[in-house]
């Protein structure tokens, strides 16, 4: 972990940016010095720093345009703009494209070192400030979500809208993006809160208990069956059912679930009773069922039936404003859980995290900080407690790079299947690793492999 805390100082006047680095390396900080605004990006692409102090006026690309690029790459950095025009236009557009702080030249020394001091502060106070909130509210209010980027506030405003409703919920997304937490953000903001939520994983569950599991049985109805059951959907009653990875279920029982969500009744395994029910039914799923009904693995009308509102959930690489929020969100957790007393991430490792493309999402990205905080030996976790993650990447870039790199007598085709081929040894014949590795779904891989007659 690095001793000093960094600034770059970006300014186009060499006299004034010497005094500043002078005045700034004095009180203890690792200064980096840029002359123009397009400079300063390319320092920030290329290391992580704990505050960018900058002038507005440069000749290539502005402190104002550079701010806007800076915070679209990592929006953990602090920057403090200065400028020796002291409007006020200046200072309200400045702060909205995301500055820290504002200040005039000449510079007031004091004030600058006290924006230095405050700015060191300013994430950590923040996060705590959210946390906060989260612990005052209810776990699934809408308001304690952990995510502020524009995909995040689009997809909670609809939630919003669509939560008071009775209408049947389709949430699509990645594996580890969260679908049911949204899930549960759903019926616990709806009329149904004080009812029962319950949920099930289709895809866990076989066949033959499927049936058994979503509509109960009688006592005798087969081996085993020694007492009556409950199924999931009588449990609902009055509430709301979680229908996880429902594109998993089989053909003969999405026949039964489509009569359940039109007649509102069933009966259990083995048994003639009809049952009524009052249950709003939220399902989620990680593929694309519009592929799977044009397949003929997903029965069109239940896909009708259940995708009367839509939510998709974008993946975390696409909301890397998002990943400060939660990281410190899940330091705190884990850092409790474990007893230790972890204070923060170093820029470092936060930058590592921004940069990283996260194909397991927000589970991966808690996965990672609960290993960080287990094998931290210090207070804060810096980059080379998220090494795992840098490995996974460099593993998969090689892979991807092995069609660039083919003998130039090779067909394209040949060349494929030679990396796919690769890629399954590499993960010891795990297809859903090779999939991911090489940037194609899983199902686009069995494709290929038919293609190439490497398996059926």
């Not at 060499?14 to 690792?30: A, E, I, K």
């Not at 049936?211 to 087969?222: I, V, W």
């Not at 590592?352 to 996260?358: G, Q």
Request: proline share 3%; net charge neutral; glycine share 6%.
């Amino acid at each position: 972990m690095r001793n000093k805390k960094s600034v770059l100082i970006v300014d186009d006047d060499s006299t004034h940016r010497t005094m500043l680095r002078t005045l700034v390396g004095g009180w203890g900080y690792d200064v980096v010095e840029a002359d123009d605004g397009s400079t300063a990006i390319e320092e920030v692409q290329k290391r992580p720093f704990d505050l960018v102090l900058m002038d507005v006026r440069m000749l290539k690309v502005s402190g104002l345009e550079a701010l806007e690029r800076i915070k679209a790459f990592n929006p953990a950095i602090p920057v403090t703009i200065m400028t020796a025009y002291s409007s006020v236009e200046t200072a309200i557009e400045a702060l909205k494209k995301g500055a820290y702080d504002y200040l005039t030249k000449p510079l007031d020394f004091d004030k600058l070192r006290l924006t230095l001091e405050r700015a060191m502060e300013h994430i950590r106070l923040k996060e705590e400030n959210l946390i906060l909130k989260e612990s005052l509210g209810k776990h699934f209010d809408l308001q304690n979500i952990i995510g502020r980027s524009p995909a995040m506030a689009n997809l909670l405003e609809t939630v919003a809208h669509v939560a008071p409703s009775e209408a049947t919920v389709m949430i699509t997304g990645e594996s580890g993006t969260g679908k049911e937490l949204i899930a549960g953000v759903i019926h616990f903001n709806s009329s149904r809160k004080d009812g029962p939520f319950i949920k099930i994983n289709c895809a866990a569950i076989t066949e033959t208990l499927l049936e058994s599991e979503l509509f109960g049985h009688e006592k005798g109805a087969f081996t085993g069956a020694d007492r009556r059951k409950e199924g999931r959907f009588y449990q609902a009653h009055g509430g709301s059912l979680f229908l996880d990875e429902v594109s998993e279920m089989p053909l003969t029982m999405q026949v039964k679930l489509l009569r359940v969500l039109q007649e509102r009744e069933f009966t259990r395994v083995g048994g003639e009773k009809v049952i009524k029910v009052d249950v709003r039914v939220i399902a989620a799923t990680n593929k694309n069922l519009q592929e799977l009904k044009t397949q003929g693995l997903f029965r069109e009308d239940l896909y009708y039936r259940l995708n009367v509102v839509s939510l998709e959930i974008p993946p975390l690489r696409e909301r890397r404003d998002d990943i400060p929020l939660l990281a410190q969100h899940f330091l705190k957790i884990f850092s409790t859980k474990n007893r230790k007393e972890i204070n923060g991430l170093t820029p470092s490792a936060m930058d590592r995290l921004i940069r990283y493309e996260w194909p397991g999402n927000v589970r991966e990205l808690m996965n990672a900080i609960e290993r960080g905080v287990v094998l931290a030996r210090t207070q804060y976790l810096d980059d080379s407690d998220f090494t795992i993650i840098q490995s996974s990447s460099r593993q998969a870039s090689e892979t991807l790079h092995v069609l660039e790199e083919k003998d130039s007598n090779m067909s394209l085709e040949q060349a494929e299947k030679t990396t796919i081929l690769r890629a399954l040894e590499s993960t010891a014949g795990n297809k859903s690793e090779a999939a991911r590795r090489l940037g194609i779904t899983r199902k686009t891989l069995h494709k290929k492999l038919k293609k190439y007659g490497v398996m059926p």
